[in-house]
């Protein structure tokens, strides 16, 4: 018997986006996950523009297998808040990238997730790193599918100050009420807020990196943090852009690589100035038991390392 674990199946619900498009290109890479979907919503850009990045990432990526179906154009409230002010016009700008190689599913999200965990023999592993509003559709449609889920891992909240308002971040802002749902699920919950992923800084050192891989995925991810760095230092004075998303799926491969918290998070879903922002009772003040398990401290040598070299590895296959 081979000491080897089996891939961790995972549908990875999505709104690329510079550092979404790092997450997928992490989960194509690596040998312990098996990438069975990806799903889009509106976030960074409309869920058109982000359907349309997914399927411009993966050809890039030459996974041309990989499903893709369009999710929600807006929140389960109705609005839809977009980013393109930190990605751009296209939500994917800077670099020239290829056109689509093939083409999304004709089923839409919510029925492609249910398609994928129906068809598992094992639960799957739900990763969302844009607004979560698929994926609480999914539990409200399909009670039945929940327990075909083995945990849902999310970017999103923070356990300290926001980026979109001055308090909530931008995933979580976008689409409150679904992240309500997604929280009082039941089911196992990994929250990577900001406070995480601030650790998780493309330095100079780590775009030139990128720059020096032999191949164009590697300029590719460069010049993609050199147009993600640019928005950061206009809109938060940051040096070095934050690469949020890819916390997560690194978080599934290497477990070592963060430290956790099991605590109560709320969603703030009425507040006048504090919508959308993640309360996070680190000091059990409101004795709730722990519904989510909160990202708290990343070892940033070692998830560069292992981005990189899945880069790099993806780059030269
Ligand atoms: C989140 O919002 C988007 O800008 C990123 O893709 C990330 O998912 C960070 O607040
Ligand atoms: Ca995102």
């Not at 089923?107 to 790193?129: F, N, W, Y």
């Not at 449609?141 to 300290?160: C, N, Y």
């Not at 020096?212 to 940051?238: D, I």
């Not at 963060?258 to 009425?270: L, N």
Request: charged content about 15%; glycine content about 8%.
């Amino acid at each position: 018997m081979s000491d080897t674990p089996a891939p961790i199946p995972i549908i990875l619900d999505c709104d690329p986006g510079h550092d979404d498009a790092i997450a997928i290109l992490l989960a194509v890479q690596s040998p312990r996950i098996d990438l069975r979907a990806v799903t889009t919503t509106f976030g960074n850009c409309s869920v058109v523009d982000a359907t349309r990045n997914a399927l411009r990432i993966l050809t890039l990526a030459g996974a041309t297998t990989t499903p893709v179906a369009r999710g929600a154009a807006g929140s389960l409230a109705g609005a839809s808040e977009l980013g393109n002010y930190v990605h751009g016009v296209s939500g994917l700008d800077g670099p020239e990238m290829p056109e689509p190689a093939f083409a999304s599913s004709a089923l839409s999200a919510v029925a492609l997730m249910r398609q994928v965990l129906d068809a598992s023999a094992h639960p799957v592993t739900i990763v969302a790193t844009g607004p979560i509003t698929n994926v609480a559709t999914l539990l409200q449609r399909h009670p039945d599918m929940l327990d075909k889920i083995a945990e849902i891992i999310f970017m999103g909240g923070s356990t300290g100050r926001g980026n979109h308002t001055p308090t909530a971040e931008f995933n979580t802002c976008a689409d409150p009420e679904a992240l309500d749902v997604v929280l009082g699920s039941g089911l196992p919950v990994s929250m990577v807020g900001l406070n995480l992923t601030h650790q998780a800084l493309a330095t100079p050192e780590v775009v030139a990196r990128m720059q020096a891989m032999n191949h164009p995925l590697g300029r590719t991810c460069g010049e993609w943090m050199g147009f993600f760095g640019s928005s950061y230092r206009a809109v938060w004075s940051f040096e070095s852009p934050p690469v949020h998303d890819p916390c997560t799926v690194a978080a599934l491969i290497d477990p070592d690589l963060i430290t956790w918290q099991e605590c109560f998070v709320a969603v703030e879903t009425k507040g006048d100035w504090t919508r959308g922002t993640t309360v996070v009772d680190l000091h059990d003040r409101y004795e709730r038991p722990p519904n989510a398990r909160v990202a708290m401290k990343l070892d940033p040598g070692r998830y560069w390392d292992l981005v990189l070299d899945s880069i790099d590895q993806l780059g030269n296959r």
